[in-house]
């Protein structure tokens, strides 16, 4: 079980880096931000199961930074409010 814990770790931080790469500094790319928000909750949840409390909460921040900004910019965005919630 370990073993699978660790490289689901190593995928959403792989995922992670890669999604912060494709995003470019224009408001765009709403589909690349949500994937990054939900990356980031992942993890951190990940973080939180194996009881790596600071590492959890580093995670929810940067997922929370990412999805308020979607919900500042899209204030009719459910989805983004959800995504914000969920968090």
Do not use: C, H
């Amino acid at each position: 079980a370990l073993g699978k814990v660790n490289d689901a770790e190593a995928e959403y931080k792989a995922a992670a880096g890669l999604q912060e790469k494709l995003i470019p500094d224009g408001p765009d790319w709403v589909d690349f931000r949500t994937d990054l928000g939900k990356t980031r909750t992942n993890l951190g949840l990940l973080y939180r199961r194996q009881g790596k409390a600071a590492a959890a909460g580093e995670q929810y921040r940067a997922a929370m930074k990412v999805q308020e900004s979607l919900v500042a910019e899209f204030r009719d965005g459910a989805d983004f409010q959800l995504d914000l919630a969920m968090t």
